[in-house]
């Protein structure tokens, strides 16, 4: 077997030592090292709505990368691919808080979800900060929901974090912010291929097998294995194998859309774009009509090669949330 | 609380909990290697970190009552070990805590209830069933052993290996089943062929009260 070629100095370093990496590089954020947050360093901003989120670290930019201004205001760092612990939310959601309650973003694996549940339970215990949780489950790969945890949280939550952040930004109320990560959670869709597996650097070898000329489709994102194993396809057969499934799983053809193509770490933006071509052809034909753009590596699996696509049925608020300003190291535009 | 059987004070459950420490750093590997089978191969290296963690805590200040025993013992793990092990034996251990409430020395029928409260806490929090291929599937067998040995009179050694046995069939019945808990569920059918890691790491927690109590 090959072995792990990883810029890193120790494999059980890798997290506290990236976070080190964020901190130097992004003044405009603070980092609590020790509970491995990663705060707006404005915040708590009074009078807003706190957005916080977080997940086993591996993803990234998610979750820390969209910490700032139009966004999350702290994402709790996990060791990776493990939920983070309920202290770490504890510390995340007490600094947040500007008074107006915080709200949980929690991707849907059972670690993460009942990490958060007891997070928002001590904190109700201890203080009065209103705490509400949004689930994202968006994966169209996981199908029969009653026999599994239910669908993953994928490619959509990237959206939810953009859209709930700008809703926050604009000084709603908790209950508004939450509902607006609903909506836009129960309107997304993702599906997601491997060309590779990814290497853990603590495991230092690759989660799963995947041969040469083969790929995986239906993976999640933490190299758990996909749907079905299928012959290496060209893009306009892989297109086909992600959108497909979207559109079967809901109707996108009454309202504009947002189409996001991902990158799953290790696959170049020249073939994302490549892919979101053939995506879009698709679309059209299927009566489809792309509103909004996001292409790029945006929630990882480490170095993993492969790409998902994400499909958010929009309407006007959600394309005004979408456009407003945002300020991240992983997104930014606007002023 | 009961007076007719042997009763356990809390250095005997320091060493039930020391004792189940043991038993999973003994067999990391085989509960990592379970649950790379069929999860994300974190199991045996998560509970092993959370409970080198408890050992030191309860070692640097030892606990007077039983309850501050499981209390302290479900704090440590729910701030170690992460994953969706840590709030399920987190929640498990508080809720023992609770149930021992001020009591200074348990019987065998206090150790039934105080695992049934265990067993409670983990379906709370996990909303697991039966047959869904977790670590119920081998505690809840269990504390129904420990109930009907209690019942019937038996002394708590016996009752303790009648529940350790349990544990370990239920275990054992998990292999054939199909996850629909977890990061496992996600394989459907894949899932069946292997024992779930949950149910393995709970059945050294009772086989270790079998030894540590008795």
Redesign the interface.
């Known amino acids: 077997m090959a072995e792990m070629k990883k810029l890193i100095n120790d494999p059980a370093h890798v997290v506290a030592d990236a976070l080190r990496g964020v901190a130097a590089a992004h003044p405009e954020l603070r980092v609590d090292h020790e509970q491995r947050v990663i705060f707006r360093a404005d915040a708590p901003v009074r009078g807003k709505v706190g957005l916080v989120s977080g997940g086993g670290s591996g993803h990234e930019p998610l979750h820390g990368g969209f910490v700032g201004p139009g966004m999350l205001d702290a994402a709790c760092a996990?060791?990776i691919?493990?939920?983070?612990?309920?202290?770490q939310m504890v510390a995340a959601t007490r600094g947040v808080d500007g008074g107006a309650g915080v709200l949980h973003i929690v991707k849907n694996?059972?670690?993460d979800v009942?990490?958060f549940?007891?997070a928002a339970e001590i904190v109700a215990a201890d203080t009065g900060t209103e705490v509400l949780s949004v689930i994202t489950d968006d994966d169209v790969a996981?199908q029969?929901s009653l026999?599994?945890?239910g669908r993953?949280g994928v490619g959509g939550t990237v959206l939810v974090e953009k859209l709930a952040g700008a809703a926050a930004e604009e000084g709603r109320t908790l209950g508004d912010v939450a509902a607006v990560a609903r909506k836009a959670n129960d309107n997304g869709r993702s599906m997601g291929l491997a060309l590779t597996s990814c290497t853990?650097p603590?495991?230092g070898r690759p989660?799963f097998e995947l041969p040469a000329g083969e790929m995986e489709v239906g993976i999640?994102i933490?190299?758990?294995?996909g749907r079905r194993r299928v012959p290496l396809a060209t893009a306009a057969e892989a297109a086909e194998m992600l959108v497909a499934p979207i559109l079967a799983d809901l109707d996108f053809t009454g309202s504009p859309v947002i189409a996001f193509v991902n990158g799953m770490g290790a696959t170049p933006l020249l073939e994302l774009y490549v892919l979101y071509q053939e995506v879009a052809t698709i679309l059209e034909k299927s009566g489809v009509r792309i509103a909004r753009s996001l292409v790029g590596p945006y929630i990882t699996s480490l170095d993993m090669a492969g790409a998902s696509v994400t499909l958010l049925r929009a309407d006007d608020e959600i394309l005004r949330l979408w456009d407003a300003p945002v300020r991240t190291p992983g997104l930014r535009w606007g002023s | 609380m009961g007076k007719l059987s042997r009763m356990v004070d809390t250095d005997a459950l320091h060493a039930w909990i020391r004792e189940f420490a043991r038993l999973v750093e003994q067999h990391q590997d085989l509960l990592t290697e379970l649950d790379s089978a069929i999860g994300?191969?974190?199991h045996g290296?998560?509970l092993h970190r959370g409970m080198s963690a408890v050992v030191e805590v309860l070692r640097a200040e030892t606990p007077s009552t039983p309850a501050e025993l499981f209390k302290r013992t479900g704090m440590t793990l729910?701030?170690?070990?992460?994953?969706?092990?840590?709030?399920?034996y987190?929640?498990a251990f508080l809720r023992m805590s609770a149930t021992a409430g001020e009591a200074e020395t348990l019987d065998a029928g206090d150790l039934a209830k105080i695992l049934r409260a265990a067993l409670e806490g983990v379906v709370t929090?996990?909303k697991a069933q039966a047959g869904d291929k977790t670590m119920y599937d081998a505690l809840a067998p269990a504390v129904r052993a420990l109930e009907e040995a209690v019942g019937t009179g038996q002394p708590l050694a016996e009752a303790l290996d009648a529940a350790a046995r349990a544990a370990e069939r239920g275990r054992e019945a998990t292999t054939a089943m199909?996850a629909?808990?977890?990061?496992a569920?996600?394989?459907?059918e894949?899932s069946a062929g292997h024992p779930d890691p949950g149910a393995t790491s709970v059945t050294y927690l009772v086989v270790a009260a079998a030894t540590a109590l008795a």
């Open positions: 996990g060791e691919f493990t939920s983070p612990v309920p202290d694996y059972t670690g009942l990490n549940e007891m996981v029969d026999y599994t945890a993953r853990v603590a495991a989660t999640g933490h190299g758990e294995p | 994300d191969a974190d290296a998560n729910v701030s170690t070990v992460g994953g969706a092990s840590g709030p399920l987190g929640t929090r996990g199909i629909r808990k977890g990061r569920s996600y394989l459907g894949r």
